[in-house]
């Protein structure tokens, strides 16, 4: 059987993810690849998706700091005495920074507001911490440094992903068919905040994300932070103090990914 190459790596999601995945996932995929293939794009169901779990030596909702698919996890580096965000970024961020630099980039290239742009740049970094629920975490984490509006797009771009809008250009992308099942259905308070969401006169804030979210692999687009410094600097209030030591009440989240190998 030929292989389409990058209709395959295309299907496989972000170049973050793909960088984390181990070996014999990639090849597990390769397989579901060309088994789609055979059967006509066949995707698998909510129910097959579950029956996966047992088979599993990890948990799909751990944060990528706490876990390695490829053995043992990596001493991390010491962070600054008194880190930034860009210091996050680069030295705690790394597994899911390109992919929010290609979001932020393409929020950029649309003309999206800047703090649409820092939304895209921030919406998935607390991926680093933990998964499951990542829009309420990541909204969390965010929001004594952020405004309003972009706390508010962090928070619900999770929600809006599972609903299309192809009046503006959100269309349910096939990723989520391969993830959550062919027939997935969201759980009912994901249905009931998204109700609630689609008519909250902010609406196309979190919108704006998902649209500007990538879930395809793009091997030429490698936007670099630098690009978006600016853009920090006039949106993100970094306390002074550093990140986790400001005794905000989001200070020990920072911390957690400062200091994921810490027993206690």
């Known amino acids: 059987m ?13 170049a973050a993810t793909i960088d984390r ?17 055979l059967n ?20 799909r909702g751990v944060g990528r700091l706490f876990v390695s698919p490829r053995g043992n996890v990596n001493k991390l580096p010491a962070m ?33 507001s800047e703090e649409i742009i820092l ?10 911490l933990i998964r499951v629920e990542h829009g309420w975490w990541g909204a969390q984490l965010f929001e ?23 009046e503006n250009g959100y269309k349910y992308p096939d990723l989520y068919r391969r993830v959550f099942g062919a027939d997935y259905k969201p759980e009912p308070y994901i249905e009931a905040t998204y109700e609630m969401v689609r008519k909250h006169k902010w609406y196309i804030y979190p919108r704006q994300v998902t649209v ?20 920090i600097g006039r949106h993100f209030k970094q306390p002074k103090e550093g990140l986790g030591f400001d005794n905000s009440p989001v200070a020990h989240m920072w911390r957690s990914i400062m200091r994921p190998d810490a027993p206690l």
């Open 212 to 231: 500007n979210d990538l879930y395809a692999f793009e091997p030429n687009v490698n936007p670099q932070l630098e690009e978006f410094t600016d853009i």
């Open 2 to 14: 030929e292989i389409d190459r990058t209709a395959f790596l295309a299907s496989l999601g972000s």
């Open 40 to 59: 006509g794009a066949k995707f698998p169901t909510a129910s097959e998706v579950e029956a996966q779990i047992e088979a599993r030596q990890w948990r």
């Open 119 to 128: 939304a895209c740049l921030l919406h998935d970094t607390v991926q680093a």
């Open 21 to 37: 995945m181990s070996d014999e996932e990639k090849a597990d995929a390769l397989e579901e690849h060309m088994m789609r293939q």
């Open 80 to 112: 600054p005495e008194k880190p930034t965000l860009i210091d996050f970024f680069n030295l705690r961020f790394q597994g899911t920074a390109n992919h929010v630099l290609q979001s932020a980039n393409l929020a950029k290239k649309n003309g999206m």
């Open 144 to 166: 004594p440094y952020i405004s309003e509006k972009a706390a508010f797009a962090i928070r619900y771009h999770q929600v809006l992903r599972f609903y299309e809008d192809q």
